[in-house]
């Protein structure tokens, strides 16, 4: 059975479901669609929306923040607007040694576009990028 006829939906792993609310609600603006447990923890996930549908479901697990990798990304069309209001909101973005980044941390994307990174109080990786 072919999986690319499904939906597809990220899932990050928490410490701390309470921490990571502040962060995904009061930092990243995301609308919680559903609440519901996480193994033996009632209310210990919360199910967001972005771009009209279900997309991320954070949980919480001593699995958290294991990852070095970019778990998720937003794809934009204003990346300075985005990383802007971010910013503004106190999130922080990553700089890698290895790239050039702008004042706002945005670094160009090989092949075209721009990308900057950032992280939950967990130390998980997104990014949000741009093609221009």
Do not use: C
């Not at 972005?50 to 778990?71: C, W």
């Amino acid at each position: 059975m072919p999986l690319n006829t499904y939906h597809l939906r990220a899932s990050i792993a928490v410490s701390d479901i309470q921490r990571a609310v502040a962060f995904y609600e009061g930092r990243l603006g995301l609308r919680p669609l559903r609440s519901g447990p996480s193994a033996d923890i009632a209310g210990g996930s919360r199910v967001y929306g972005s771009g009209g549908v279900a997309a991320l479901n954070v949980y919480q697990s001593v699995t958290a923040g294991k990852s070095p990798a970019t778990l998720a990304t937003w794809y934009v069309d204003d990346i300075e607007r985005i990383v802007d209001e971010l910013a503004s909101a106190g999130v922080g973005f990553i700089r890698y040694d290895q790239l050039d980044h702008d004042a706002r941390g945005i670094t160009a994307r090989t092949g075209g576009g721009r990308i900057a990174w950032f992280q939950d109080p967990d130390g998980n990786t997104f990014a949000v990028e741009s093609d221009v």
